[in-house]
């Protein structure tokens, strides 16, 4: 990590700073064989070793249910990738620990291990079911981004904003459950009327496990300065994605700078308490320069450092601010 930070005073900041990454898609590769997540690999975005080099602490790996088993699948393929992913905790045990209460996050650390939060993309898992929600929530679920870009029952995703529909009446069953619950709500995906129908709904803090400016790169998967102003006014977390389509209006490319544009944009909008990491490491074929890996995380501390922010603030970038929003949520 020497190398990437450069600088003595910075790895420090980033080893004293809590890393919380609130989304990859690793799961998918550890399925399909891609990656042996145990070892440092050159395909992919992200296994053990290189959590363990970008100094990451807790990372939020998804569920993401792939179109052919939608809808009538979705639960099946959601229940056969945990299963997967299950085992592979089990056989690094030594090295990762699925985290179920916040309180479990200071213990991993003192143990050297790194925390695991498992999320759910794409409510169409629960296949209109609300005892489904609840049974994933027992397996130790603990975040859920309600819809993909499709159409599914609770809401429209960002793909369906010529509808310009909102949460249906399940929809809002399942925000007063997962309410309820202590489950984290993540609107990152959903179309903008079920945006501001979820902030209307829940009693709780929400957030954005992978999304950026709209201001700055008018994607449909971007959020307006409007929602990033009331999202932050709720005490939710927006969490930049490295996603160069997302981050850059040539959607081809983009650097560790666009990265960094959008952090300032978003705390200018929305305030230092609103913005976290989200990199949808392994969901994405481009990353930007100089943040090909998990690896590469300690450059966006240098890179905030750069740009002068306060080591105080760094820290709440780098996963602060996710791990209160944790704590209150998932208790």
């Known amino acids: 990590m020497d190398k990437v930070l450069g600088n003595m005073d910075l790895e420090k900041i980033h080893r004293n700073a809590m890393v919380v990454d609130a989304h990859c898609d690793t799961i998918l590769n550890i399925a399909r064989k891609t990656i042996q997540f145990g070892k440092r690999n050159k395909k992919g975005h992200l296994d053990i070793p290189r959590l363990q080099e970008g100094g990451v602490n807790v990372q939020v790996f998804a569920i993401y249910i792939e179109d052919i088993y939608k809808p009538d699948r979705a639960i099946k393929r959601t229940l056969q990738l945990y299963d997967i992913f299950i085992q592979e905790l089990e056989k690094n045990d030594n090295s990762l620990s699925l985290i179920t209460q916040s309180s479990q996050i200071e213990k991993n650390i003192k143990s050297g291990k790194i925390g695991v939060i498992l999320s759910i993309e794409g409510g169409e898992a629960i296949e209109g079911e609300i005892e489904l929600l609840r049974v994933l929530?027992?397996?130790?679920?603990?975040?859920?981004?309600?819809?993909w870009n499709q159409r599914n029952q609770i809401a429209d995703g960002a793909g369906e904003q010529r509808t310009k529909s909102?949460?249906?009446?399940f929809g809002i069953k399942v925000i007063k459950e997962m309410n309820q619950l202590g489950m984290l709500i993540d609107i990152s995906h959903l179309s903008e009327t079920g945006f501001w129908d979820v902030l209307a709904h829940s009693r709780e803090a929400v957030i954005a496990s992978h999304s950026n400016c709209y201001s700055l790169c008018p994607h449909q998967r971007n959020l307006k300065d409007d929602q990033i102003k009331a999202l932050s006014k709720k005490g939710g977390v927006i969490c930049v994605t490295y996603v160069p389509a997302f981050l850059s209006k040539?959607?081809?490319?983009?650097?560790?700078?666009?990265?960094?544009?959008?952090?300032?944009?978003?705390?200018?909008?929305?305030?230092?308490?609103?913005?976290?990491?989200?990199?949808?490491?392994?969901?994405?074929n481009l990353l930007p320069e100089n943040l090909e890996g998990v690896d590469k995380i300690p450059n966006i501390t240098a890179g905030l450092f750069r740009r002068k922010y306060k080591e105080k603030d760094i820290e709440k970038i780098l996963g602060g601010n996710l791990l209160r929003v944790f704590r209150k949520i998932i208790g």
């Open 137 to 147: 929530y027992r397996l130790g679920i603990r975040l859920m981004t309600l819809t």
């Open 166 to 169: 909102g949460l249906t009446k």
């Open 250 to 284: 040539s959607r081809q490319k983009a650097n560790l700078e666009d990265v960094l544009n959008h952090i300032d944009h978003l705390v200018k909008i929305g305030g230092i308490d609103c913005v976290g990491l989200g990199s949808d490491f392994d969901g994405t």
